[in-house]
């Protein structure tokens, strides 16, 4: 049974900078592709990024690129997405996912086979 546990989120001021963390437990992390959604209140759940499985290939969602790094470190068995210069539009509950078919992480939210609780970020303008 896979596990996903999101952390790091919080309310933070228009400009600063958050880091979510996603462990992952049950399975080797190599295994999955792993990516970062979002979901904001009265809105579809939308792409953030995705890494591959060994972490050599990244892609972003347009509406962070050069804001946000999606990183992993498989022997410590967790995803991180460093959210910098974060704006009030970055509100949202913020999930990890994994995916088990893919080697280089996709960004429909249906193509993930598991899902984290997710974790609340806010940004205050």
């Known amino acids: 049974q896979v596990q996903l546990a999101e952390s790091g989120g919080g309310l933070v001021q228009a400009g600063g900078s958050l880091r979510l963390s996603c462990a992952i437990s049950?399975?080797?992390?190599?295994?999955?592709?792993m990516g970062w959604f979002r979901q904001a209140p009265g809105k579809e759940r939308e792409f953030v990024a995705s890494?591959?499985?060994?972490?050599?290939?990244?892609n972003y969602a347009y509406s962070v690129k050069g804001r946000f790094t999606i990183s992993r470190e498989n022997d410590k068995t967790t995803v991180y997405l460093q959210m910098n210069s974060l704006k009030p539009e970055d509100t949202a509950v913020y999930y990890c996912?994994?995916?088990?078919?893919?080697?280089?992480?996709?960004?429909?939210?249906?193509?993930?086979?598991?899902w984290g609780q997710g974790t609340q970020v806010t940004v205050s303008s």
């Open positions: 049950g399975r080797t992390l190599s295994s999955y592709a």
């Open positions: 996912a994994a995916d088990r078919t893919s080697v280089l992480g996709r960004s429909r939210w249906d193509t993930y086979d598991y």
């Open positions: 890494i591959s499985r060994n972490g050599g290939s990244t």
